[in-house]
């Protein structure tokens, strides 16, 4: 078996956004600075790693860009799809990513019958989020 877990490059906002992160998802959040690992100097204080296991299995990684290295790139082409049929969840995920963010396209049916919206989250990371509605058998 094979997982794919969203892996996201900050440039110096990790730690606030795993913060943040896990206050939207809940769970365990583990991070380890530049520092832990030997590094000395400008940057030591930035995430090396960061890994956030939610209540529902969901598994977030980040790390800040390390120092002598291109920033993170803020325009990418990639959005993070939260989908499910637990309503109450997802407009509860939606709600907390959506504080201090920019709503590209509001949370609200759509004509394939479930409930989408689109985000960009205080850090500029691109959200995507799908309610399964009532569908025919």
């Known amino acids: 078996m094979s997982t794919l877990n969203p892996y996201i490059s900050f440039d110096g906002t990790t730690r606030a956004a795993m913060e943040r992160y896990q206050q939207v998802f809940g769970g365990d959040l583990s991070m380890n600075s530049f520092g832990e690992y030997g590094m000395e100097g400008e940057g030591a204080d930035g995430i090396m790693h960061a890994q956030l296991v939610t209540p529902s299995d969901l598994v977030l990684m980040a790390s800040d860009t390390p120092p002598g290295m ?68």
């Open 70 to 137: 291109p920033p993170a790139g803020s325009d990418g082409n990639v959005s993070l799809s939260l989908s499910g049929d637990d309503e109450a969840e997802l407009r509860g995920y939606w709600d907390g990513l959506a504080q201090g963010g920019q709503v590209t396209m509001p949370l609200e049916p759509q004509m394939w019958g479930d409930t989408f919206g689109t985000l960009v989250d205080e850090f500029g990371v691109s959200w995507m989020v799908n309610i399964a509605g009532p569908h025919a058998s």
